[in-house]
């Protein structure tokens, strides 16, 4: 092997061409195993082992600065920096981070996870590099789904006028996650079809240097052109058209399904095989939407770039016809996009991951929220979890439901959110956010008849004394479960409420609470700080009921447990009535 | 006067060029006159006046949807849509407000102030005229200035790729609210220069048709090329070549100043009157930057385009050299570029608005506090004010508070400000905020010399019992006479602390308070919801201290006196009083 001889980039600068493309076979070879087995990346990063060996050939990181947007194509960057038994020996599988990771390696400079971060990223660094009279090269790696992004665009429009080294190689794989959408894609076509020689040229239009390669997967082309950027005193784009899933022909003819897979994959015979099909939040909301669009002309679904999260699959899209808008990776954009359509008499349903709905917060309160949009959001997976710091999505609750006028609604079962749903899309009054539980689906059998229009209205589930538990969306069966194990072990009979309105203070129930409970404590399945329970804690906080708030702590957590996490905050219901019971026996004293 | 004929656009159509004309003439006198009598935004209104009268001869609102970007230039389109009093007659000077704003006019579609939106917001509006086979002219006029904001560009690539009509007005004034940055103001330069001819063409890269008016105050040019693409049945952008300030000279040779002017800029002969220097938190500031960059060559200051709020005007920009970077409307650049710059060891100071602050959450989040990287923020007009809704000031707490990592610091006096200022700027552990304050500069005389590495460790300022008042930032000098006036009516010495730090809770001192006092009162220059207070409630939630919070409440105001607002929150000291005797008379039940 090939890979025997190398371990940091220093090594590659020994081997032949031929031997650099036998590495990247095994290379391949070896992502192709590793992802199959545990998950992940897959398409991505086979489309960019030859750019990554040649960049690592020609560039000499750490001095020179490499940055990964998103970073989830840097396997091969690990590979070659160190990190290799992480995809050689399955007992390492899960060492290292699928994104780079400073506290993993120099080679990696930034936590990155989030797209379109890096040509920014690469112009501070490079103006760090200039006052310090430094002279290594910067280069971003970027793809051309991130481009799309108006952190990339802005960060594009700053980098061409650096008057010193900045080099942005441009990933060019022709689809984002799912295809690509806007009309700059059609540019990347026509400088793909005319081998970089068209006039008109976006990159040279924001006023860059420009070259372009047209085997992107083909190493010696890539070390050629590298060559020639190296050292460059000004901005050049570098554009390399490559092929998403290289080397594996089921994930180059399946793009999308192969951007990310689910462990063993590859193992399942797709065509033999049933899949069962069990109801869950998303096909209970794709059922509504199917029928939702067939009976009305003006409703519409957009969502920015992640249709898979949603279980929007291509078929579904299809169907959806011009009733279904994929803005690209551009969630400032789909908001403004939706708020316009809401107010122009649509009725728009806007998909989006908690994680990413961080990615437009002005848009939410300018031109949603303070132009009282009657947009209807859904944020997806909120929640504790143990997913990668960089794709927390704990953040939500304070980032939406402080803003005015806007309606967040926190369904704990099927028919309360298929309710919801549907006060949420046929009103007209508010911008309404809906937290489609991140937990398995909970049914009740019942319609809920709810009008929701009355806000701020929270459900008293069963009405007991001394202790009142208020949990909310994917956590009231934690409250549920906390009322039972407190009447086990206190003898407490809980009063039980489930507040469906994150937005709002149900003023009449919590001052009616005060008559016969001495403590009442909120649950939420995200962060404390800026979140539900804190306002139930100022509303009391006059009175003598005390409140204790359940969730988590404000930090960024990186693939911590779920159940460790829940251990930490106290999110069992036996560390639950463990702390009611400390603090009634303070009430006592 | 040809304006006592014209009420509403359609009045417009039965007038010659000549009278166009003339009528622009006497819209430029009544735009001078007024806004020099109440400030506002001049010289964008004087170079948009023809293009304005143009579009509403050519197309036919409210039919027809123009949406104005950021809306500052929308005075013409005010005086031409009924509601010319407001520039006609000085008793109606203050009834319209400056932007656009549906509660006036059916003839203003959004309530708009922040940049960058309007493409967006067209699209959503000619999509929903889609659903519903309407066949209205959709029109988006946006300044070459906000053209570099990310939900601009996100917008424009969506834009292009909508198959019926959207047309992108493009006000090329080769201004934004200061000089233009970035490399796409070199190829509008090249469209100037070439009649629009330049085969390299911004818009025509993203995928637009496109149209050059080279005399862009021109009644006749433009009403032609606005009837060239009318009812086009595709994405054009219409780029127009106008001149900010049209018409006054000293707006011509001052597009800066003449931007947005005070009342009576005009009358004021600058030769001869002396400015009297003053200081406050900008001058100090500044004195500050000026020293630290001529003995550091690794500090830095960024900001986005709105260099005047921070009172960094051109000489003083010229001065700071390459130590300084206006990186244009570009928010999220911003935070990513800044965040580089300290990873990779220089010091960056980034100035930013309360408002404008809400343009990047997400790059605060990953780009900065995920990567820890020690920028340092100032916040400045964060505080409760009688701004427009669009321009509130009141949400950066919640905001940039809740995320992890970052330490946000509320100073009350230009020594506490001046050593946080220096503390920040020379740690390398943390990303640090200061809330510059928005009152008056308050100097105590005496050097700060905390060390603030030692977070979240609140002052004591003076020690008295039963009620403790914890005044931050703006509102210590409201916690102070709150502590007077209590004594007076009371007789009660409170006792009353700073904060510092907004972002984490001084435990040790909170437990102390409990021993012998029966009220925390927490005072903040902001919205309560997710704000400061709440966490001090949260605090106390399981003991038996009783917590006050005053701040703002979650509303958008808009242009309300603050005298009114302070009286609605409680935010005097004499209301704040009687809401401490009500608590502590409801303890003693």
């Not at 295809?179 to 068209?198: P, S």
């Not at 316009?340 to 991951?353: C, D, I, S, T």
């Amino acid at each position: 092997m090939i890979l025997d001889k190398v371990n940091y980039p220093k090594d590659l600068k020994e081997l032949t061409i031929e031997e650099l493309n036998t590495l990247a076979e095994e290379i391949r070879a070896l992502i192709i195993k590793k992802v199959n087995a545990t998950g992940g990346h897959m398409a991505p990063n086979l489309g960019i082992i030859e750019a990554t060996i040649a960049m690592h050939y020609v560039f000499n990181a750490p001095e020179d600065k490499i940055i990964f947007d998103v970073s989830h194509q840097c396997y091969t960057h690990k590979i070659l920096t160190g990190r290799k038994e992480g995809f050689i020996n399955p007992d390492k599988y899960y060492e290292y981070t699928g994104y780079t990771a400073p506290e993993e390696s120099i080679y990696d400079l930034f936590k990155i996870g989030h797209t379109s971060t890096a040509v920014s990223l690469a112009v501070g660094s490079a103006k760090a590099r200039d006052l310090r009279n430094g002279s290594e090269n910067v280069i971003a790696l970027v793809g051309d789904g991130s481009l799309s992004g108006g952190e990339a665009l802005e960060g594009l429009n700053n980098a061409a006028v650096l008057s010193s080294n900045i080099i942005i190689v441009l990933n060019d794989n022709d689809m984002s996650i799912a295809e690509n959408h806007g009309g700059m894609y059609d540019n990347l076509k026509l400088l793909r079809e005319t081998n970089g020689e068209a006039p008109c040229n976006l990159f040279k239009a924001l006023g860059f240097d420009y070259l372009y390669v047209n085997e992107g997967n083909n190493i010696e082309s890539l070390i050629k052109a590298f060559n020639i950027v190296k050292d460059i005193n000004h901005p050049v784009v570098v554009h390399i058209n490559t092929l998403k899933g290289c080397g594996l022909k089921v994930a180059e003819h399946n793009k999308e399904a192969f951007h990310w897979i689910m462990p063993h994959t590859l193992d399942i015979n797709n065509e033999t095989e049933e899949v069962e099909i069990t109801e869950d939040y998303n096909s209970v909301t794709n059922d509504y939407i199917w029928k939702k669009v067939q009976e009305d002309s003006d409703f519409i679904v957009v969502n920015a770039a992640t249709p898979g999260v949603f279980g929007f699959n291509k078929g579904f899209r299809t169907k959806l016809d011009n009733q279904y808008t994929d803005v690209g990776i551009a969630e400032e954009h789909a908001a403004a996009y939706t708020s316009a359509l809401a107010k122009m008499g649509a009725k728009p349903l806007w998909a989006v991951m908690s994680s990413f709905v961080q990615r437009t917060y002005d848009q939410l309160s300018q031109d949603i929220c303070l132009n009282n949009s009657p947009v209807t959001m859904l944020v997806y997976w909120g929640g504790i979890s143990s997913a990668d710091a960089t794709h927390l999505c704990i953040f939500d609750i304070p980032l939406i439901s402080n803003i005015p006028n806007m309606v967040y609604l926190a369904p704990t079962n099927k028919e309360e959110y298929l309710a919801m749903l549907d006060w949420a899309v046929n009103q007209t009054q508010y911008p309404a956010a809906i937290r489609v539980p991140s937990c398995e689906l909970v049914s009740t059998g019942v319609e809920d008849k709810t009008d929701y229009s009355i806000l701020n209205k929270y459900k008293m589930v069963s009405e007991g004394s001394k202790v009142a538990i208020i949990a909310m969306g994917s956590f009231f069966e934690l409250g549920k479960s906390v009322k039972e194990h407190l009447k086990s072990v206190l003898g407490t009979e809980a009063t039980l409420i489930n507040p469906r309105f994150i937005t709002g203070i149900d003023e009449e129930m919590l001052e009616s609470l005060k008559q016969n409970h001495e403590l009442v404590i909120t649950l939420e399945d995200g962060v404390l700080d800026g979140g539900f329970g804190e306002k139930i804690s100022r509303f009391y906080s006059d009175s003598s009921v005390k409140v204790l708030n359940f969730g988590a702590k404000k930090e960024f957590t990186d693939r911590i447990p779920l159940e460790e996490l829940y251990s930490r905050y106290h999110l069992t219901k036996e560390l639950i009535c463990e702390d009611i019971e400390k603090c009634l026996n303070l009430c006592k004293i």
